[in-house]
């Protein structure tokens, strides 16, 4: 069964940091791009950074870039997104996503079920 | 950059009725590359539709997608108790980037 569980959410003030992790199993992780995407309290979803297969290429949503970097350990079948200068408007569910190719640019096809990020003081 | 208008915002129907749920793009979505998740209270979105009109693994006939350019379409033929939900269109024909969402309640 492909499954991607998001860990490393919690509590931290403005300005902090933080790094979500995200663990993938059921299938072979290296050859898949991957992304987050979150979801503030009550409202939509936002896409936040992707990664291909590789970790050549990254792409960021203008709201992160510069605070945000996203990485992967192939090796591990992880997912990261280290998360500095954190702002309260950065509070939500953050999810790790697959891709269904190893590029950036095609769509998305399976979700995890999210880790949560409250920034606050 | 595009920017995706979903509506109508809420969809008030009954089980039973054909939902017709909007997404447009303020400009051209490449390739028609467009997709379209459900998402039901506490769960994560789950893929239904993409590249406009291809069914994902596993998702109901009574779910299809249409449309090209810049308007695109999800009509549900006739909604069932679990199809009451937000939903979102994302396109990623280039900088990725969701609609607002459609939810479908119950009239």
């Known amino acids: 069964e492909v499954q991607l569980v998001d860990s490393g959410g919690g509590l931290v003030q403005p300005g902090g940091s933080l790094r979500l992790s995200c663990s993938a199993s059921g299938f072979n992780f290296r050859v898949y791009a991957m992304h987050w995407v979150r979801q503030a309290p009550g409202k939509g979803l936002e896409y936040v950074s992707g990664?291909?297969?590789?970790?050549?290429?990254?792409f960021y949503a203008d709201s992160v870039k510069g605070r945000f970097t996203i990485s992967r350990d192939n090796s591990k079948n992880t997912l990261y997104l280290q998360m500095s200068s954190l702002r309260a408007e950065d509070t939500a569910l953050y999810y790790c996503?697959?891709?269904?190719?190893?590029?950036?640019?095609?769509?998305?096809?399976?979700w995890g079920k999210g880790t949560a990020v409250i920034v606050s003081s | 950059e595009i920017v995706l208008t979903q509506s109508p915002g809420t969809l008030s129907l009954s089980p039973g009725d054909r939902a017709t749920l909007s997404c447009r793009a303020s400009q051209s979505v490449r390739s028609n590359y467009l997709a379209w998740y459900q998402q039901k209270p506490g769960q994560a979105p789950r893929l239904l539709i993409y590249d406009a009109s291809s069914r994902a693994t596993g998702i109901p006939d009574r779910f299809s997608g249409s449309g090209s350019g810049t308007d695109f379409t999800l009509t549900i033929s006739r909604l069932e108790p679990e199809d009451f939900a937000v939903y979102y269109c994302?396109?990623?024909?280039?900088?990725?980037?969701f609609g607002g969402g459609t939810k479908v309640e119950i009239k």
């Open positions: 994302q396109q990623y024909g280039s900088s990725p980037l």
């Open positions: 996503v697959k891709d269904r190719v190893s590029w950036l640019g095609y769509y998305m096809d399976v």
């Open positions: 990664i291909s297969s590789h970790g050549g290429s990254t």
